[in-house]
């Protein structure tokens, strides 16, 4: 069943986030203002060694007041494609250069809500070129073994979406080869 748009207004707006109520018609004919939340693209990075060991950040998020690992992730830049923004956000966030990168998985982590997309990446190999440019990303940085990531999952010490989505697929691919 699809609900169709007669037409979209929106409420808030920055470079961050826009906030927009959608005209929206349900198969059964009730016509309303939904709320859609309008957001950048994401592009996620899972960098791994050939020891099989993913690069990962441990940081803060201050709006859900939590601690947990994740990937290398950005916004993609207008001109920018995600695949761009994945090896640029690996060398800001971590300080490796990333190695070749080729497409892991598409995911849109809440698309009853927003029209968020996640491009999520695989980088076979980084080089270390320095330290991170973006100096509010994260306290660590870290190789993690990838046999340790499916108990950190269930301890919660990795919680993000675009992470989660990234490492399950990950392990997922590393299973089935």
């Not at 906030?19 to 349900?26: K, Y």
């Not at 996620?44 to 060694?49: K, L, P, Q, W």
């Not at 993913?54 to 950005?74: D, K, N, Q, Y």
Request: charged share 25%.
């Amino acid at each position: 069943m699809e609900w169709k748009t007669h037409g979209e207004r929106q409420i808030y707006t920055n470079n961050w986030v826009n906030l927009c109520l959608v005209d929206v018609q349900q198969p059964d004919g009730r016509r309303w203002e939904y709320h859609v939340v309008r957001l950048r693209h994401l592009a996620v990075a899972a960098v791994v060694n050939d020891r099989q060991e993913v690069l990962m950040m441990w940081r803060h998020r201050f709006i859900t007041e939590s601690w947990a690992w994740e990937l290398p992730m950005g916004l993609v830049e207008v001109g920018e494609t995600p695949e761009e923004a994945a090896a640029r956000e690996v060398l800001e966030e971590t300080g490796y250069r990333p190695g070749a990168i080729k497409p892991l998985v598409y995911a849109e982590p809440a698309n009853g809500i927003t029209d968020s997309q996640h491009h999520i990446f695989r980088v076979d190999g980084a080089t270390y070129a320095g330290p991170p440019t973006e100096k509010n990303e994260s306290d660590r940085i870290e190789w993690i073994p990838l046999a340790e990531v499916r108990g950190m999952i269930d301890r919660r010490e990795i919680v993000s979406s675009g992470s989660l989505v990234g490492l399950l697929y990950l392990l997922m691919d590393e299973a089935i080869r």
